[in-house]
């Protein structure tokens, strides 16, 4: 390898010894007899501090880099508490590894405000600034305890086709694509695939799945390509099992991520408080009641941002399901309780970040509601095949990772929680 040593890696049995480092420079300060260098590595920061009478060659050559260009360095590790990390590296060799044009599109460390567009339009360079970097570490933590979680309890890892013959939610959210001179449509949710699975064996299955939607709305809540926990669990009661998987989930990953990412939480400076697990359950109607208090709603409408946002300032809840939605307003799926649905959504701060249900699992009732929706039976044949040879009861959710993320981070534009942002605006970088 280019280096010996991660910036965090060296400790006091180095020090006085020869040790090689490697990274960007983040920032030049050259005194005219010394200059001192803030190198930046993947795991944090360090300084070199380079003395020209001793090499005059080397002096010249490190002073005149652009900043952001990339280097490994050698030379005596030396013990010095005024500095960071309580040593510096007094270089003694050099090697450019990469040159960095100037001026940077964007500033790495520079206070200035730069606008999200232009941090987007250089995401690489964005990612390079602690907080941002600590983002994507937190919401790689987040896929791990929650995978963690859900095989902890018996559920199995599954990976379902993103190109299918028919869409499963239904409306025109829906990309088309070309399949060999066939339509297809890029999946909205493994819905169908998941349900399918319930009739295998496979009795509990999970996928870290990727949703595309054509959405209508350019919010700062909505995307185009996103991504989302989904599980699927057959012999249940009814949806109230799924929500406890949901809320329990939930609650182990958070714990897990305030244990172990405390460095990177604090960049964020996020308030991650949740409280514990059973979260509160509201029925649809009592929420319409809340609403009906406060102005016009009209039962049997879904929920938009508005209707959240205000619910968020009348309930003192920070986290909770809304349960019992109108049948009408769920997808064909879902199963119905008299004119409801056994449907949930679960609400933090004033946004849906998952939602599920208990599904149909009786073929005649099934086709009855897609009848109901105006579906084509003949579309779904292959959906519906398991459900004529023996289904289980069922039920699941879609969890999606950057609506928890954004809410558990505090951050304001969903944007933030996925490294290539994809909206009605942006499909590159
Ligand atoms: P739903 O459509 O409610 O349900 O999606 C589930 C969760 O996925 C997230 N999500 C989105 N996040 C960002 N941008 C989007 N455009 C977007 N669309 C959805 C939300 C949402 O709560 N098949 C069902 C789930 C199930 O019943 O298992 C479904 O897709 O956090």
New binding site residues.
Partial sequence: MLRTHYSDEVDSTDYGGNITVAGWIEDIRNLGGIAFVVLRDGHGKMQLTAIKKEHPELFKELTSLNRESVIAASGTCQENEKVMNGWELLVEEMTLLSHAEAPLPMGVVDKVNVDFDTRLDNRIIDLRRDNVKAIFIIRHSFVQFASEYLRNHGFTEVHTPKISATS??GGT?VFKIDYFGRDAYLV????LY?QMLMASGLERVYEIAW?F?A?E?DTS????E???V???MAFIENEEDVMRVAEEMTAYAAQKIIDENSKELDMIKANVDLPSPPYPRISYDEVVEVLQREGDFTWGKDLGTDEENLLATQLEYDIYFITDFPLSIK?F??MPNGRYAR?F??EYRG???????Q?IHDYTMLVERMRAHGMNIENFEEYLKPFRYGMPPH??????????LMRFLDLDN?RECILFPRDRKRITP
């Avoid at 909205?188 to 819905?191: A, E, G, T, V």
């Avoid at 946004?351 to 249900?357: F, P, R």
């Avoid at 039920?395 to 928890?404: A, C, D, L, V």
């Fill in positions: 499963s939610e959210e909205q949710s493994p819905q998941k949703y939607r959405e709305h809540r909505h995307l185009n996103s991504t989302a989904d599980i699927e997808p799926y879902a449907a959504d679960l946004m849906e970040i998952t939602s599920g249900a599904r039920g699941g959710f879609g969890y999606g990772i950057e609506r928890f969903i």
